[in-house]
């Protein structure tokens, strides 16, 4: 079994930064795609970013050109650098790692990100 575990989150103003990472209990991430969904209250979850194995990213249209997915292998981590936040990014963010897209064989606990006006 694998565990995730996210940290990172908090409150921050609009316009501000911040950086959440996942780090898992054993070497997933070289063969495993990584991913970074998010959840608001009363919506659905959503992917809003994830990574393979090869390094290829993806994001979802909300995001892109304020987040950025990366990983490092050596420490089993993958991060979500989170720039320009609005608001609507408020969410509990989840962590997660599978073998194809979208990642959802293992997840996180949650991290809540929120952003005041």
């Known amino acids: 079994q694998v565990q995730l575990v996210e940290s990172g989150g908090g409150l921050v103003q609009a316009g501000g930064s911040l950086r959440l990472s996942c780090a898992a209990s054993?070497?997933?991430?070289?063969?495993?795609?990584g991913g970074w969904y998010r959840q608001a209250p009363g919506n659905e979850r959503e992917l809003v970013a994830s990574i393979t194995p090869g390094g290829s990213t993806n994001y979802a249209d909300s995001v892109k050109g304020r987040f950025t997915i990366s990983r490092d292998n050596a420490k089993n981590t993958v991060y979500l650098q989170m720039n320009s936040l609005k608001p609507e990014d408020t969410a509990v963010y989840y962590c997660?790692?599978?073998?194809?897209?979208?990642?959802?064989?293992?997840w996180g606990q949650g991290t809540q990100v929120t952003v005041s006006s």
């Open positions: 054993r070497s997933i991430f070289r063969g495993y795609t």
């Open positions: 997660a790692a599978g073998n194809s897209l979208p990642p959802n064989v293992y």
